[in-house]
Structure formats: C-alpha cells, structure tokens
C-alpha cells in the first residue's frame, strides 16, 4: 500500500467511529432507557479517548509528510486530514481536557440558570469558558485574530471582518423590512385550535417523502429540540409536535430534512472519507433553510399543505390558500431565536455575532454581557427584555464553547437566498411542481450543485461555482422584501 493508502485506510476507521459516536448520541435523545445515563457516559468517555489518540496519532504526521494525491479530489483529502491533524496538535491536552470538562459543567449551570432567571449564577462559568476558549483560539491563531481562528471549526475560509460587512449590509434592511411589517394594518390569521399529534405526524412523513428523504438509509423519531444525525448510509432525524402549533412540526421535519438529504446525497465515492459530509456549517444550515423557507413556505407548496391539513383535520378554521400562506408566514416580534419567522431570525443572529466577537476580543467583560444584549435587543426589536430566560440566556451555545457558530446560521440564509435566486433562474417549472407537493425540480437542482459534492469545496467557492455570481447578502433580502411586503401589503 501507499502512503496515501494507508492514511486513506485509517481515517475511513476513525470516520466509522466517528459515525458510532454519533449515533449514541442520536440514541441518548431518542429511545436510551432513563436509567442508562451513568453508564452512557462512560461508553462515550471511552469512545472519545479512542478518538483522540486516533486523530493525534504521531503516524499521520508521517503519512502526510510522503502521501501522494492520485487525484485532484485526492489532494483535497489530505488538506482536511492536514488541516484537522495540524489543529489537534496546537492545542495543549491539557487545555483540550479543561475545555471538556468545564463545558460538561457549564452546560449544566447554564439550565439551572435559566430555569432560575439567574445570569449571576451563570456568569463565573461563563467566564472560564470564555478565557479557555481565548486560550484555545491564541493556539491556533498564531499571532492571527482569534475569533478567526474559532471560526475555522464551523465555517472554513470566513473571517470575522468579512461577516461584519455582510451583516453590517443586512441589518439596516432588516430593521426597516421588521418596521414595515409590524405596522401594518393587515390582519394575518392564526391557527389557534388543537391538532391531534398523530394527523400531525401523518403530514410530517409525507412532508419528509415529498422534500426525498430516503427511508431505507434513515428514520424520524421524536426529540425535545429536533436535530439531525449521521452521514451516508444511515441519516437520521427527529422531529417534535406542539398541540396547538403543528407548523412547529412540520418545518422542523422539513428544516431537519434538509440537512440530512444534504448527507444522503453526498457522492457515495467519499463514504466514510473526510469529503464525506456537508461543506460547513454555513452551506449545510442553507439546504435545510432553502427546504424550510424558500420551497417550503413559498405560496405554491402552502397551497398543496393546505390541502393536505384540510384531509387530516376537516375544516380547522383558515378559509383559504391565501389565508394558510399568510398564516404560516405570520411574523411576530417575540424573545426567542428558534421560535423567530423570517423577517426577525436574522436579526436575533447578527446581535450574538457582535456580542460573542466582543467577548473574545475582550472588548466585553462577562459582567457586561446582559447589559449589552438588552440594550441591542431594545435597538433592534423596539422590545424591553423581560427576563434573562428571554435574552442572554435563551441559547446553549456558549455555554458549550461554541463561538464562532451563530454567525453561520445567517450565512446559511444568505447562501440560500444566492442559491434560490440562481436556482429560479436556471429552473422553469418550480413553483408549478411545488403546487402538485412535489420539489424535485428544485431539490435535484441542489443535489446537483450542492450537495453531491460534500466537502470537496471550501464553503464560498461551492456556493459561487453553484451561482455564477459572488456570495451577497442581496438576493436574501429582495426576497424578504417582495414575500412579506406582498404578505403584509407593505
Ligand atoms: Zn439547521
């Protein structure tokens, strides 16, 4: 065997375990009997240090250093391996260790916290995730910029001053757009009455069969938050019911397919390779929006919903596809990012962008933190935050170190909105197909652009050879604009 081969060969079994990692984890949040905690966590303990000595193993420094690409597609597997191996080694054991376990704690704090409504109780936490994490970053930077560098773990080749210029483009627009819609004087109907879990779920598998989620290499089951698991051969997701919102549902099903047909349709030549999987975080988060909003809550595919919810649930009390349309599009200025529609989610992002990146630069003490967020969120949503549950301390993310990962929800939505232009472009026939439940115009569109590639591309180049075009915030908001102006008559 050659080098290469041989470090092929390696990583195929680190990429496996990986892959059984995951699916414990899949296990802990759907079907693990209660009682299987303590015993789970020591499996996992025990699978983490295989992983670790595997990706630190001092016999990929030496692949590397003799390996021989046979192809182009080669040579980008050896820059993933590199750049991951490369990654592994600047950061201290010691300070890996600390980072796992201070999360571990953190995250738990974080809950109590919140249930509490208590930042101060969160905040020394916080504090030591914080410095270890800029501890983390000056590892990696070299001497670069440190919010740069955490970056590189969710979205490669993007830079803190990049996103500051795309996001600085869209918020004005935003604000204005949130503005408008808030001020109208349409009255936008709500479904406000009960809709009984199973008719929910019966829409949702049918949802999840019409966007070609493929059942024979996956599954639905049920989560508290829904989420997606695996690559390959076995893509899983789960989905959840609320009784007297079942939109909660069925676009978590659709959001949560779209990521995992992302995986599914993955070039099968990179099973179990480090091309094997969605580009980044950014371009995975554009497929399950470009699903969920752009083909899913367009008015031609609410139409065909429409009369999906009128077989299941009879007349449940909104008259008219325009009506539904209106309804699944309804905007409210609430706290909470996951629950925010279209107009505000952007909105929530941008504010946690500015705020974590001040964090790490140390331009913003900890102590500050809830003082900044509620003075931003009074500037962008016009809305006093009530209580910390509402604001500072709605999301996990950072108690779980994960800075640098909001930003790449937003760019996901403006990925999608390049694509969805590009795509409207190219393709005839979408929105006639969509009307009749059917998105395979659009979604082999995608497949053939996006997703067949994995990680074959970085993040931006993949979107531009997609679009022709380079990435801009643009297309996102002229869509914004011409749907919910249309929606609210603004
Ligand atoms: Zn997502």
């Not at 699916?23 to 983490?48: F, Y």
Request: net charge negative; charged share 25%; glycine share 8%.
């Amino acid at each position: 065997m050659t080098a290469f081969q041989e470090l092929m060969a390696f990583q195929r079994e680190t990429e496996a375990l990986g892959q059984v990692m995951g699916r414990l984890g899949w296990d802990q949040e759907t079907v693990m009997p209660s009682g299987a905690g303590a015993q789970r966590a020591e499996e996992m303990g025990a699978l983490d240090g295989v992983m670790h000595a595997r990706r630190t193993d001092p016999r990929i420094g030496e692949w590397l250093e003799t390996a021989k690409a046979p192809d182009e597609a080669g040579a980008r597997q050896l820059d993933e391996i590199r750049f991951e191996y490369e990654r592994t080694q600047r950061v201290p054991a010691k300070l890996s260790a600390a980072l796992a376990r201070t999360t571990s704690l953190a995250h738990r704090v974080w809950a109590e916290a919140r249930e509490a409504n208590d930042f101060e109780m969160f905040a020394p936490k916080l504090s030591e995730v914080l410095d270890l994490t800029r501890e983390k970053a000056s590892a990696l930077a070299d001497g670069g910029d440190l919010y740069d560098a955490l970056l590189q773990d969710y979205e490669p080749g993007a830079t803190g001053a990049e996103l500051e210029a795309m996001f600085g483009a869209l918020r004005p627009r935003l604000v204005a757009l949130r503005e408008r819609v808030l001020g109208s004087e349409r009255v936008v109907p709500a479904m406000d009455r009960a809709f009984d879990e199973a008719g929910q779920l019966a829409i949702s598998n049918k949802l999840a069969a019409a966007f070609g989620y493929d059942l024979g290499h996956g599954r639905i089951d049920k989560a508290v938050h829904p989420f997606s698991s695996g690559s390959g051969l076995d893509v899983r997701i789960t989905t959840r019911t609320e009784l007297h919102n079942p939109s909660n549902c069925f676009y978590s099903t659709i959001h949560e397919v779209g990521h995992a047909t992302y995986e599914q349709n993955v070039d099968p030549a990179y099973l179990l390779t480090p091309l094997g999987r969605g580009a980044s975080m950014g371009v995975h988060e554009s497929q399950s929006r470009i699903y969920e909003n752009q083909l899913g809550r367009s008015r031609a595919f609410t139409g065909w919903l429409f009369a999906q919810m009128r077989d299941e649930f009879g007349d449940f009390g909104v008259a008219t596809e325009d009506d539904f349309y209106a309804a699944i599009n309804r905007c409210n200025s609430g706290f909470i990012r996951t629950e925010a529609d279209e107009v505000h989610y952007n909105l929530h992002v941008l504010l946690r962008f500015d705020l974590e990146r001040d964090l790490v630069a140390g331009r913003l003490e900890v102590a500050d933190l809830p003082e900044a967020w509620n003075a931003r969120f009074f500037n962008d949503f016009g809305v006093e935050v009530d209580v910390p549950a509402n604001g500072v301390l709605q999301d996990v993310h950072w108690s779980e170190a994960l800075f640098g990962y909001f930003p790449t929800y937003t760019l996901g939505n403006v990925y999608a909105g390049c694509l969805n232009a590009a795509m409207r472009s190219e393709v005839s026939g979408i929105d006639e197909a969509l009307a009749r439940g059917e998105t395979k115009p659009a979604t082999d569109w995608l497949q053939t652009k996006i997703q067949r590639f994995g990680k074959r591309y970085l993040p931006k180049e993949l979107i531009e050879n997609a679009t022709g075009t380079a990435v801009s915030e643009a297309p996102l908001l002229d869509y914004l604009d011409a749907k919910f102006g249309d929606i609210y008559g603004v």
